[in-house]
């Protein structure tokens, strides 16, 4: 791990947000680089001055009884003027209904959120937000790729004795998607297969694996921080593809993928 590598990291590392390989690689370049290790004392230092108490003012006991009464006010007011409201025949108490209404607004929140997102399991969405850290992992410097061809003669082979399968590495160049390298990377509890292509300057992470659940090579869509991502399953790989290349070109190399 370098510098920059390490101060990317660190506010991560602070938080013990990262795995235990991660978190290794940290605390290694922290023995052994001075530099970094002043960073971290920084941190650490506004960390503790933002914890000092005198930063924080508490609403004094008047304050909070002033907004209780206005909440209780306005949930009376809000009863009254809705008679037949199914809220009433509940026969909800005043801080009940302002809960009750709270709660409303959460679920419709997150009600929003899944509706918006084709991808619903929530096994996907743990498996979609790794291979979208992979992917950003991968965009720092010296990270893209373990094995540098543009031949799938090369990249394919290089996989052999690494993983437990031989991925597909298809050509796909006459069609605009130029194979730029391969590299392994650890995603959903297993090693990956990831394949890289470029399409002008975007970089596109191809991860997959073999498929062990059943096909449905529906191709699934969402997007997140900028980048998207596509994931289906075929009979025999599932595939993730992550970019920052629009949805409608990104599509077109996923239909290319799933028909090869
Ligand atoms: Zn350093």
Redesign the pocket.
């Known amino acids: 791990m370098?510098?920059t590598d390490?101060r990317i990291y660190l506010p991560a590392y602070l938080d013990d947000e990262l795995d235990v390989a991660e978190s290794l690689r940290v605390q290694r370049?922290l023995s052994e680089?001075g530099?970094?290790r002043q960073a971290q004392d920084e941190q650490l230092a506004l960390r503790s001055a933002l914890r000092d108490p005198d930063l924080y003012a508490l609403p004094s006991a008047d304050f909070s009884k002033r907004i209780e009464a206005a909440v209780r006010r306005a949930a009376k007011e809000e009863a009254r003027s809705q008679p037949s409201s199914w809220f009433e025949s509940l026969r909800l108490g005043s801080f009940q209904w302002v809960a009750a209404a709270a709660a409303l607004v959460i679920v419709t929140t997150v009600g929003v959120f899944f509706v918006t997102n084709s991808m619903r399991s929530s096994h996907d969405q743990l498996v979609a937000s790794a291979v979208l850290a992979g992917h950003i992992r991968s965009l720092q410097p010296g990270h893209l790729f373990d094995v540098a061809s543009t031949d799938e003669h090369t990249v394919k082979p290089w996989f052999q004795g690494k993983l437990d399968f031989s991925p597909p590495v298809p050509d796909l160049s006459e069609l605009g998607w130029i194979l730029v390298g391969g590299r392994l990377d650890y995603v959903d509890g297993r090693p990956v297969a990831v394949l890289v292509y470029k399409r002008r300057m975007h970089n596109i992470n191809v991860f997959l694996w073999p498929n062990h659940g059943s096909a449905d090579d529906t191709i699934r869509q969402e997007d997140a921080q900028g980048y998207q991502i596509l994931h289906w399953n075929g009979a025999e790989t599932t595939y993730w593809v992550v970019s920052d290349l629009n949805k409608t070109e990104l599509l077109g190399l996923a239909q290319a993928l799933r028909g090869h």
């Open positions: 370098n510098c390490s370049h680089c530099n970094c």
